[in-house]
């Protein structure tokens, strides 16, 4: 089970951390993402890192102004949000990738665990 926190209504150029929790099982192994989806849009992919924490990929829309790390010991996955802007209101929602985590994968097909989201709102 994965559970997200830290989301919430903030103005924009505020910051939040998102946190991403895993019960009942160990998360090392696998690549974790971050996806959110806005009203009315698909689903998005936001950013993704491997299971060491070698490898991370953004989306280019949040590119320099967001940080995914994990913490293994603590079996939590983060999202450190920066210079929010309106346009990233969504709920966020993390996830586990299907395989084992040698690259940050950024494909919705590539995880096949999710948890409940977290909303995310930054007003003008």
């Known amino acids: 089970q994965l559970v997200e926190s830290g989301g919430g209504l903030v103005e924009a150029g505020s910051s939040l951390r998102l946190s991403c929790v895993a019960s009942g099982r160990t998360l090392h192994v696998h690549t974790m993402g971050w996806f959110r989806q806005a009203p009315g849009k698909e689903r998005e992919f936001v950013a993704s890192?491997?299971?060491?924490?070698?490898?991370?990929s953004y989306a280019a829309s949040v590119e320099g102004r967001f940080t995914i790390s994990r913490e293994h010991a603590k079996n939590t996955l983060y999202l450190e949000m920066n210079s929010l802007k309106p346009e990233d209101t969504a709920i966020y929602y993390c996830a586990k990738s299907r395989t084992y985590g040698t690259t940050s994968y950024r494909a919705i097909e590539d995880y096949d665990a999710w948890g409940q989201g977290t909303q995310v709102t930054v007003s003008s």
């Open positions: 890192i491997n299971w060491n924490g070698a490898e991370t």
